[in-house]
């Protein structure tokens, strides 16, 4: 009987996160959308440093995440840390200018409850981009990196303890996490503007501290390109609710153990600044082509 308890009281516990969640996500949706945020066709996730996306759009609404029910607030002092909607290339979207992290405290249900939050809000495609530091010896600062696969090397998973149908398959197949067609139309985007784009392998560690010699030897020898602390949680949580995704690192630091350096975070932030502009003009051209 003790033990009968004890399993009812677990799956009553799961249950009511899974309301909970659902209800959050509700109340959320609904808010931004008597805030107008209505109609977004693409959702965009802007990671350290990369905000120059946001000039280019007509923007029609702006809101800080600290005024957003059930959002967490970023922690992270150069993420600006609010959601925008406007157009871009004629084809409404929406961006969250600042992502959460891990390594900020937060839960990874807290990190990718924004990306629940977009499909309600009735996006078709997400992209997303970060700042990585490069293990690839091909890779210099300032590359864009189109990311083919990713290695979760993070202590969580963002669906642990959900399941329901609503949340989608529990299973979730990742044999493909980076949709084909919107990477294919990423490659071609960029021949057309002459950007150099390479691809790569991304691997998602926990941070906050950069990675030892040692580490980037290991993580290399894994089969990862470059390494960072952020977008594998949000990749996994849009198979699992069924939205098209593709990513893009910025390659802020060259990451070779034999000859490290040290590195400090404004150097990362003003090295994805100047990289900003160009993954800004084939992000647009992007979204006009996925209209």
């Known amino acids: 009987m003790i033990f009968t308890d004890y399993c009812m009281n677990k799956y009553n516990k799961t249950a009511s996160t899974m309301d909970n969640m659902i209800a959050r996500v509700q109340e959320t949706v609904s808010f931004l959308r008597d805030k107008g945020f209505t109609g977004p066709r693409t959702g965009i996730v802007l990671g350290t440093g990369l905000g120059a996306l946001v000039k280019k759009m007509q923007v029609q609404q702006s809101v800080l995440y600290s005024e957003i029910p059930n959002f967490p607030v970023s922690t992270v002092e150069f993420h600006k840390g609010q959601l925008v909607l406007g157009t871009l290339g004629g084809v409404k979207v929406i961006a969250l200018q600042g992502r959460f992290h891990y390594y900020e405290g937060y839960s990874m249900q807290q990190i990718t409850f924004p990306v629940r939050v977009l499909k309600g809000l009735g996006i078709q495609n997400l992209l997303l981009s970060n700042a990585a530091g490069g ?74 501290n950069l990675e030892t010699r040692a580490e980037y030897r290991w993580l290399h020898n894994t089969g990862a390109d470059m390494v960072g602390m952020s977008t594998v949680p949000e990749v996994i949580v849009a198979n699992h609710i069924g939205l098209a995704c593709a990513a893009i690192s910025v390659i802020t630091d060259e990451c070779d153990p034999d000859h490290l350096l040290p590195v400090d975070i404004s150097e990362i932030i003003a090295v994805a600044g100047a990289a900003d502009e160009k993954l800004s003009r084939l992000f647009e051209a992007v979204i006009a082509d996925l209209k």
């Open 135 to 208: 293990m690839n010896k091909n890779f210099r600062k300032g590359d864009l990196v189109l990311i083919d696969d990713h290695i979760n090397q993070l202590p969580e998973n963002p669906l642990r303890g959900l399941n329901d149908p609503a949340f989608g398959n529990r299973f979730v197949d990742m044999c493909a996490p980076y949709d084909k067609g919107i990477n294919q139309c990423i490659r071609e985007s960029a021949k057309a503007l002459q950007i150099d784009l390479k691809t790569g392998v991304y691997v998602a560690v926990q941070g906050p």
